[in-house]
């Protein structure tokens, strides 16, 4: 079966930095999109980042932009996400996904995204 594994979150001051990195196994990994999620405590599960199969094509939301890198190497079946200068704003859940949505939709249908990891933790102090 798939599984998709987070890992990198943790504890880290204001203007810090962290690599998330994303596993999956039991799928052919370049065959899909994938894209970064967030959820906060009390508030709904947010797009963050998007990068195609291929990793030519990549979308961040406003709110990270300049800030978080985020890459694949299919080689490796693995997704990284960069996140510098964290704010504590940043502070949330941290999810990988996969799926076939596309760039026109990554944000639109999260429906799209048919595997989803159990995320990682990421927590910015001020």
């Known amino acids: 079966q798939v599984q998709v594994v987070e890992s990198g979150g943790g504890l880290v001051q204001a203007g810090g930095s962290l690599r998330l990195s994303c596993t999956i196994s039991?799928?052919?990994?370049?065959?899909?999109?994938m894209a970064w999620f967030r959820q906060a405590p009390g508030k709904e599960r947010e797009g963050v980042s998007y990068i195609n199969w291929s990793g030519s094509t990549t979308d961040y939301r406003d709110f990270v932009k300049g800030r978080f890198t985020i890459s694949r190497d299919n080689a490796k079946n693995t997704l990284y996400l960069q996140m510098n200068s964290l704010q504590p704003e940043d502070t949330a859940m941290y999810y990988c996904?996969?799926?076939?949505?596309?760039?026109?939709?990554?944000?639109?249908?999260?429906?799209?995204?048919?595997?989803w990891g159990q995320g990682t933790q990421v927590t910015v102090s001020s």
């Open positions: 039991g799928l052919i990994f370049y065959y899909y999109d």
């Open positions: 996904a996969a799926g076939n949505s596309g760039l026109k939709y990554w944000l639109l249908r999260q429906s799209d995204f048919r595997y």
